[in-house]
């Protein structure tokens, strides 16, 4: 084997980033990435090829070296064009990866050891795409979210689009959010989008906490979708109704779970549902007074019910 090759002089390489236009700041820094390159490039040729396979190992690392730093320079001026800080422009043309997930990672890297330099750079790659503010504070959006996403313009632009349709008839600020947010991601029935976003806005403006009003508006979302999409359905009244009165007596089981914390949350909701539809929609005549009175009873019942279930079972696996 051939005696191993060096890589190209400080100085050769000085004179590449001068005609590049590159800032001399830089150079050092430039200089040690085209070595790494080198160095790893040299490894691989001189374990895994013979001097029949080449006349002087090294050659073919002295060239692709060259071809990576150049590619380094031009994704790394690339990004200094657009108004990115050296960190940023640096980490974009080292990345490995190629496309929208290059600046994901970047973004995130540089989030761990500086959050605010993160969020500037951000910022300023947003803007780079000439969208409007919707589009800007919903492409950073995408970004914050620890998922890495396709299609990131065409999602935020497309946010933009629904939330501008749907601020003009009148939605409110909460809605049009979470309605343009769902259905930007194309991920979703609209119906489910529609009522989503509904029950959402309901839970905020009732003064319900975020957790109550995220739990709300998925579980609304689901029971109206899977009413109104179906077919020859989709407008009854009783049905649509009966899926509403669902919803609200599984948020009355989850506030009670939430302060009390159930052992077996699923089966003292099953139970509290069909004693609920059992109390008010009896086959004969069922329990009469004021609605708060009856909840109690019904809770109770609920409550008696389930704690004999499980102290039957902790009961049975005791014996």
């Known amino acids: 084997m051939t005696e191993k090759k060096t890589p190209h002089s400080e100085a050769n390489l000085i004179k590449i980033f001068k005609e590049k236009g590159l800032n001399e700041k830089h150079f050092p820094k430039l200089y040690a990435y085209y070595k790494h390159c080198f160095e790893e490039l040299y490894e691989y040729e001189y374990k895994n090829w013979t001097e029949d396979d080449y006349e002087e190992t090294g050659d073919s690392a002295h060239k692709g070296a060259l071809e990576v730093i150049d590619i380094f320079i031009e994704a790394f001026l690339?990004?200094?064009a657009k108004?990115?800080?050296?960190?940023?422009?640096?980490?974009?043309?080292s990345c490995?990866?190629?496309g929208e997930v290059v600046y994901h990672i970047t973004y995130h890297d540089i989030k761990k050891t500086n959050p605010e330099l993160a969020k500037q750079e951000l910022l300023i790659h947003s803007g780079t795409f000439g969208g409007d503010e919707n589009f800007i504070k919903h492409f950073i959006?995408?970004?914050?979210?620890?998922?890495?996403?396709?299609?990131?313009?065409?999602?935020?632009?497309?946010?933009?689009?629904?939330?501008?349709?749907?601020?003009?008839?009148?939605k409110s600020k909460i809605y049009t959010h979470?309605?343009?947010?769902?259905?930007?991601?194309?991920?979703?029935?609209?119906?489910?989008?529609?009522?989503?976003?509904?029950?959402?806005?309901?839970?905020?403006?009732?003064?319900?906490?975020e957790e109550y009003a995220l739990e709300f508006a998925e579980v609304y979302g689901e029971e109206l979708v899977?009413?109104?999409?179906?077919?020859?359905i989709s407008e009854d009244e009783d049905q649509i109704n009966y899926a509403i009165e669902k919803v609200d007596v599984y948020m009355t089981v989850w506030e009670y779970n939430q302060k009390h914390n159930?052992?077996?949350?699923?089966?003292?909701?099953?139970?509290?549902?069909?004693?609920?539809?059992?109390?008010y929609y009896p086959n004969e005549l069922g329990l009469q007074g004021i609605k708060e009175e009856i909840n109690v009873v019904i809770l109770e019942n609920a409550l008696k019910q389930y704690n004999n279930i499980i102290s039957k079972k902790h009961t049975d696996f005791n014996k």
């Not at 991920?187 to 529609?194: A, R, V």
């Open 96 to 98: 490995v990866e190629e």
């Open 226 to 232: 899977d009413i109104k999409s179906r077919y020859g």
């Open 83 to 93: 108004g990115q800080g050296d960190e940023w422009a640096f980490a974009v043309a």
């Open 262 to 279: 159930l052992k077996n949350f699923k089966l003292f909701a099953d139970i509290y549902e069909n004693i609920h539809f059992n109390t």
């Open 178 to 209: 979470e309605y343009a947010r769902l259905l930007s991601s194309g991920e979703y029935n609209p119906i489910y989008c529609e009522e989503y976003a509904y029950a959402y806005d309901k839970a905020i403006k009732e003064g319900k906490s």
């Open 78 to 80: 690339k990004e200094k």
């Open 141 to 170: 959006y995408l970004f914050e979210i620890e998922v890495v996403f396709k299609d990131l313009e065409k999602r935020a632009k497309k946010y933009s689009e629904i939330y501008k349709t749907q601020f003009v008839v009148g």
